[in-house]
């Protein structure tokens, strides 16, 4: 009669295991940060469905690449549709997480102001442009950005042709032209950054 059946060695030896956990780790960042890096420069992808891609049936992504001087800001402007949630961030060339405990790198729904016909206006730039809904880089020159949308009450699988389905577009314009895109609706002082960053660092801290 036989024994009980040996675990692999990468089950035994913990040290093979990490190795292993580390080599799967490196081949999806970089397949991740391949995908990012294939987006035109300065430009989203159109949220799709993530669940074909073996992500949550409800929930729908857009990735984007961002490539921005000191007198270069983004204009971001986001119809949730009818989700639930929707967060969005930037990530630095190797699509890790920015300083969101300390700078406004990354906003959810709640955190966001909404503009009188419900959409959401972003500022990605290096400068802060005085607004709330200002998308921080960080000091990073070069990354990646993501959004994501879940929660779509009443449907299974949202469709892209649905009214209820979350929009984006973006628009290069240079930091001096931002009024006249119409990216300063929400200003704040600096004392209300200031505030703004200290509730997001006590936040985090939770």
Do not use: C
Not at 170 to 192: D, M, N, R, Y
Request: no cysteine.
């Amino acid at each position: 009669m036989g024994g009980p059946a040996k675990s692999s060695s990468a089950e035994e030896d913990p040290a093979e295991r990490a190795a292993a956990l580390l080599i799967k780790y490196t081949k999806d960042m970089t397949r991740i940060v391949k995908r990012f890096s294939d987006i035109p420069m300065n430009t989203f992808t159109p949220p799709v469905n993530s669940g074909p891609g073996g992500g949550l049936a409800v929930q729908v992504n857009a990735e984007g690449q961002f490539h921005l001087n000191d007198d270069q800001a983004l204009v971001i402007t986001v119809d949730r549709g009818n989700t639930i949630y929707f967060n969005l961030q930037a990530l630095d060339p190797w699509a890790g997480d920015l300083d969101v405990r300390h700078r406004t790198s990354e906003f959810n729904d709640k955190q966001s102001f909404a503009g009188p016909n419900g959409k959401y206006v972003y500022v990605v730039s290096a400068k802060d442009p005085g607004i709330l809904n200002w998308l921080d880089v960080s000091g990073v020159p070069e990354g990646f950005l993501y959004a994501r949308f879940q929660g779509f009450p009443g449907v299974e699988t949202p469709s892209a042709e649905s009214p209820a389905f979350p929009r984006m577009e973006v628009k290069l314009v240079k930091f001096s032209e931002l009024e006249t895109a119409g990216a300063l609706a929400h200003t704040i002082s600096p004392e209300q950054r200031k505030a703004q960053l200290a509730g997001r660092s006590k936040y985090y801290q939770r």
